[in-house]
């Protein structure tokens, strides 16, 4: 089935910037589509992007265009989500997310605050 | 961006049957099979079934998932008190310029 690592989150303050990873091992990520999805503490799940699997395509929501940036290198097999201008109320955890709904990754954290 | 409903909570006693609702708007859920998960606390959310009723190897089959129209259902049988956590309901539309949709969660309670 393969498995996702995310890194990168971290302590960031408001108006900040920081890009997260996702690595996958187990498969490789080159024929799917890939989505990030966050979920601030105690709340629900709210995606965020998507890339194609050539990283051609890319969508996102509304609250995150032009903020947020998602890319990817197959040759690493790695996943991409550049963050800027990011807001306090933007504190979550970001999951990477196969096309299909599955795997997951673990999450990484992100915590605005100054 | 649409949004999946679910109720906030539920509750059961052990080795009763109890179910989640997932209700939508026919187009959203015309886009596709709904997806179901489970979520204990620190972890990431686990699929528990897909497609047409579908569930992952290791997911035991007390676990369900039926739909029509407009709704989706979770059902869960011989509830255990492991089953206690949360539950979100999800449609994945991955064609390109796709996205996904989420409900709000439902909290199940064991008693």
């Known amino acids: 089935q393969g498995q996702l690592v995310e890194s990168g989150g971290g302590v960031v303050q408001p108006g900040g910037s920081l890009r997260l990873s996702c690595s996958a091992s187990g498969f490789s990520i080159s024929p799917y589509g890939m989505h990030w999805v966050r979920q601030a503490p105690g709340k629900g799940l709210q995606w965020v992007a998507l890339i194609s699997h050539d990283g051609v395509i890319k969508n996102y929501a509304a609250s995150v265009e032009g903020r947020f940036s998602v890319s990817r290198d197959n040759s690493k097999n790695t996943l991409y989500l550049e963050m800027s201008a990011l807001r306090p109320d933007e504190t979550a955890v970001f999951y990477c997310?196969?096309?299909?709904?599955?795997?997951w990754g673990q999450g990484t954290l992100v915590t605005v605050s100054s | 961006q649409s949004v999946l409903t679910q109720p906030p909570s539920v509750s059961a006693a052990p080795g009763q049957r109890v179910t989640i609702s997932c209700s939508g708007n026919?187009?959203?859920?015309?886009?596709?099979?709904v997806y179901w998960y489970q979520q204990v606390p620190g972890a990431s959310p686990k699929l528990l079934v897909f497609g047409h009723n579908q569930r992952p190897s290791g997911v035991p089959d007390r676990f369900s998932g039926s739909r029509s129209a407009t709704s989706a259902s979770l059902a869960i049988s011989g509830l255990r008190s492991e089953d206690e956590a949360d539950y979100f309901c999800a449609l994945w539309d991955d064609s390109l310029y796709g996205s996904g949709i989420f409900g709000g969660g439902t909290k199940l309670t064991v008693l």
């Open positions: 026919s187009s959203d859920l015309a886009r596709g099979y």
């Open positions: 997310v196969r096309e299909g709904g599955w795997p």
